[in-house]
């Protein structure tokens, strides 16, 4: 019999086009409720693996095989040492098939020779949930307590009490005391998220705005890679601030950074929450979109008629694919470099606008004959020039 397409739309695409809805028509973050402080970080408390996930759906045969593959392409760029191919075929293989525990060990070996401490911690816990021989199983619960301790090292006992003290304090209102012991807290280890965030929290309590937004910056700096609500909140509290403060306008080049970064997060930078969420819920409805509409083409011996199911035993073969999956992609980077683009150009307009308003008029004035009577003193003049 010729093959059966049939379409399947997951209700997780049911989930994500209606999420995507709401973030694409909610108003931007409410911007006057103050931000709360982190009180944990990276080594802060010893390490327990998440619970595991939920059961992975079934993986149709081609991409059981799909998976080997490059899984397979994985090892063999590992051997070469382009351990940036390997993390993204394995990440890639992760996807294809989330039910083999190898792949999660060997991505989490991977990621730990990238630096990548926290992700490769969890993609050992991950492998250890989904069942490694017990060679792996050993050496990835070995590998996770040694990470947790360099995680713990990394920041000395004294900057760890100064942060505990700068948190106990800003709970009291004594917010000067606060921002001194997370001041020595970055002293002891100046690149420090949390802490700055905690800090530039204070300070923005205290209404030093100015100095709160060089420690918000700052936190950006130190989180590139990162895309999460804490980061986009971040983004959004700069543009709030500087508004409020009338400081110089958002930068057009950080602008531009930040949109290609993550869609929508130029504008929130620069302060335009709605603008922001129209383009963060047209490229996360794009995406969801493409990732839950599945095409699974079935061949059967028995003669199926309408839209009856074919008789397991009579299943030939199956394969699936994801016929959208590659245009939504497209369109995500697409919705992300126009408003990376788009918000560049409102900053650049904004910069340049502050700049004509606050820069005097040049040009050369002229004005007639006139005639000017002081007390018993009178003035008069053929013209006068005036360069301004």
């Given at each position: 019999m010729p093959p059966r397409p049939k379409i399947f739309v997951s209700p997780q695409l049911v989930r994500g086009i209606l999420l995507s809805s709401f973030v694409f028509c909610a108003p931007p973050l409410a911007a006057q409720e103050p931000l709360q402080l982190q009180r944990d970080y990276p080594g802060s408390a010893p390490f327990v693996c998440p619970a595991p996930s939920a059961t992975p759906l079934e993986v149709s045969p081609q991409e059981l095989a799909q998976a080997a593959q490059t899984a397979t392409e994985a090892d063999n760029a590992f051997i070469l040492g382009d351990y940036e191919r390997a993390e993204e075929l394995l990440a890639r293989a992760s996807e294809l098939d989330p039910t083999r525990g190898d792949v999660a060990y060997s991505h989490a070996r991977v990621l730990e020779t990238l630096g990548r401490i926290q992700a490769s911690m969890l993609e050992y816990c991950r492998a250890i949930d989904l069942g490694v021989d017990d060679a792996s199983l050993q050496d990835a619960q070995t590998r996770l307590d040694a990470l947790d301790e360099e995680l713990r090292a990394s920041i000395s006992p004294a900057a760890r009490e100064r942060f505990a003290d700068g948190l106990a304090q800003a709970n009291t209102g004594l917010y000067q005391e606060s921002v001194d012991a997370f001041t020595d807290a970055l002293q002891e280890y100046p690149d420090w998220p949390e802490a700055l965030f905690n800090r530039a929290v204070v300070l923005e309590r205290m209404g030093l705005t100015q100095e709160s937004l060089v420690d918000y910056r700052r936190y950006l700096e130190l989180r590139p890679d990162e895309v999460n609500p804490q980061v986009a909140e971040v983004a959004q509290r700069i543009g709030m601030l500087e508004g409020i403060e009338s400081v110089p306008t958002p930068s057009p080049g950080n602008t531009l950074a930040l949109g290609m970064l993550f869609p929508g997060m130029g504008q929130y930078y620069s302060g335009r929450g709605i603008s922001g969420s129209v383009f963060l819920g047209a490229a996360a409805t794009a995406f969801t979109v493409g990732l839950g509409y599945k095409k699974v083409t079935v061949r059967c011996?028995?003669?199926?008629?309408?839209?009856?199911?074919?008789?397991?035993?009579?299943?030939?073969?199956?394969?699936?694919?994801?016929?959208?999956?590659?245009?939504?992609?497209g369109l995500v980077a697409a919705v992300t470099v126009a408003g990376a683009i788009e918000g560049w150009i409102r900053a650049k307009r904004a910069r340049q606008e502050q700049e004509r308003n606050a820069s005097p008029e040049t040009g050369l004035g002229f004005s007639g004959p006139s005639v000017n009577l002081s007390g018993e003193t009178l003035d008069f003049s053929f013209f006068s020039l005036r360069f301004r």
């Amino acid at each position: 019999m010729p093959p059966r397409p049939k379409i399947f739309v997951s209700p997780q695409l049911v989930r994500g086009i209606l999420l995507s809805s709401f973030v694409f028509c909610a108003p931007p973050l409410a911007a006057q409720e103050p931000l709360q402080l982190q009180r944990d970080y990276p080594g802060s408390a010893p390490f327990v693996c998440p619970a595991p996930s939920a059961t992975p759906l079934e993986v149709s045969p081609q991409e059981l095989a799909q998976a080997a593959q490059t899984a397979t392409e994985a090892d063999n760029a590992f051997i070469l040492g382009d351990y940036e191919r390997a993390e993204e075929l394995l990440a890639r293989a992760s996807e294809l098939d989330p039910t083999r525990g190898d792949v999660a060990y060997s991505h989490a070996r991977v990621l730990e020779t990238l630096g990548r401490i926290q992700a490769s911690m969890l993609e050992y816990c991950r492998a250890i949930d989904l069942g490694v021989d017990d060679a792996s199983l050993q050496d990835a619960q070995t590998r996770l307590d040694a990470l947790d301790e360099e995680l713990r090292a990394s920041i000395s006992p004294a900057a760890r009490e100064r942060f505990a003290d700068g948190l106990a304090q800003a709970n009291t209102g004594l917010y000067q005391e606060s921002v001194d012991a997370f001041t020595d807290a970055l002293q002891e280890y100046p690149d420090w998220p949390e802490a700055l965030f905690n800090r530039a929290v204070v300070l923005e309590r205290m209404g030093l705005t100015q100095e709160s937004l060089v420690d918000y910056r700052r936190y950006l700096e130190l989180r590139p890679d990162e895309v999460n609500p804490q980061v986009a909140e971040v983004a959004q509290r700069i543009g709030m601030l500087e508004g409020i403060e009338s400081v110089p306008t958002p930068s057009p080049g950080n602008t531009l950074a930040l949109g290609m970064l993550f869609p929508g997060m130029g504008q929130y930078y620069s302060g335009r929450g709605i603008s922001g969420s129209v383009f963060l819920g047209a490229a996360a409805t794009a995406f969801t979109v493409g990732l839950g509409y599945k095409k699974v083409t079935v061949r059967c011996l028995s003669d199926v008629t309408g839209n009856a199911d074919c008789p397991p035993g009579d299943i030939v073969d199956e394969t699936s694919e994801r016929p959208l999956l590659g245009p939504a992609l497209g369109l995500v980077a697409a919705v992300t470099v126009a408003g990376a683009i788009e918000g560049w150009i409102r900053a650049k307009r904004a910069r340049q606008e502050q700049e004509r308003n606050a820069s005097p008029e040049t040009g050369l004035g002229f004005s007639g004959p006139s005639v000017n009577l002081s007390g018993e003193t009178l003035d008069f003049s053929f013209f006068s020039l005036r360069f301004r």
